[in-house]
């Protein structure tokens, strides 16, 4: 079972590799130049488009939509809906990272608008945001996850229960769930958590293997493995966060097959 679930994350990462897809990014100000730069170092295509004059129409030509409330006004979250609702009606994935839900009543609300609205196929956050998006409760500490991933487990099965969506909950040991079924990825290094941005390069990295392979929750998986191994990968050569992030763009560059096929922490339930 490892080897096959190793083969499966090198075919997506050969796929992007070789398609560039186009993942149409609505994203916050802090991790435009840092989630770009992911993609581009794995194979994929970003374009960061944010007017409401364009997004249904970059929505139109691109092979998923990652959306992301880090840095909300209500022009960006018209445009989020627009751009949704374009991505909907064409069935191409949409990843829904939904940064600080929980901390004020304005992002909690904005990300069941977009639940309704955008139809996403993977919601990716941290173990607080999630029981945010379910419960509406007031646990987040900013952007910060006040609980752990198991803790967050029911809640992300009830919410991918409801909104028919793969949940994906960033922690030591991700949890990417789809119903019943849970895949826990153990791939990653304590360090990554003081880069900003890297939950939000996750749910960019989701977007590109979306783009590649049909199953959402595969996909979500592959995509928090790869970035996992990358961050593995870069702390063994960085003394502190600032190299780590240099190093991370690096790894996922070079990343091999034998690199997934040697480090893959993938067990699926």
């Not at 970035?227 to 960085?238: H, N, Y």
């Amino acid at each position: 079972m490892p080897g096959d679930a190793a083969q499966r994350v090198w075919a997506d990462l050969e796929r992007i590799r070789a398609e560039a897809p186009l993942v149409h990014n609505i994203t916050n100000y802090v991790v435009m130049n840092t989630t770009a730069n992911a993609l581009l170092a794995i194979g994929a295509s970003p374009v960061m488009a944010h007017a409401v004059e364009e997004v249904e129409e970059m929505a139109g030509i691109a092979r998923s939509l990652v959306l992301n409330i880090g840095t909300l006004s209500p022009v960006w979250v018209e445009a989020m809906i627009k751009a949704g609702r374009r991505a909907r009606a064409r069935g191409i994935p949409v990843i829904l990272d939904p940064v600080g839900a929980g901390a004020t009543h304005y992002r909690t609300s904005t990300v069941h608008r977009l639940l309704q609205e955008a139809a996403p196929s993977v919601i990716r956050g941290n173990a607080s945001e999630i029981r945010a998006v379910l419960y509406a409760e007031d646990a987040t500490k900013g952007v910060d996850s006040t609980h752990t991933a198991e803790e967050a487990l029911d809640a992300a099965r009830i919410l991918s229960g409801h909104s028919h969506a793969v949940v994906s909950v960033s922690g030591p040991a991700d949890l990417i769930v789809s119903g019943r079924s849970v895949i826990r990825v153990a791939n990653g290094h304590p360090m990554m958590p003081r880069v900003t941005g890297l939950g939000c390069t996750a749910a960019a990295l989701i977007g590109a293997f979306a783009a590649v392979n049909e199953s959402p929750w595969r996909a979500a998986a592959h995509a928090m493995a790869v970035l996992g191994i990358a961050g593995e990968m870069a702390a063994e050569r960085s003394p502190g966060p600032g190299s780590l992030q240099m190093h991370l763009l690096d790894a996922l560059y070079t990343l091999a097959e034998p690199d997934i096929r040697d480090r893959l922490k993938m067990v699926e339930e």
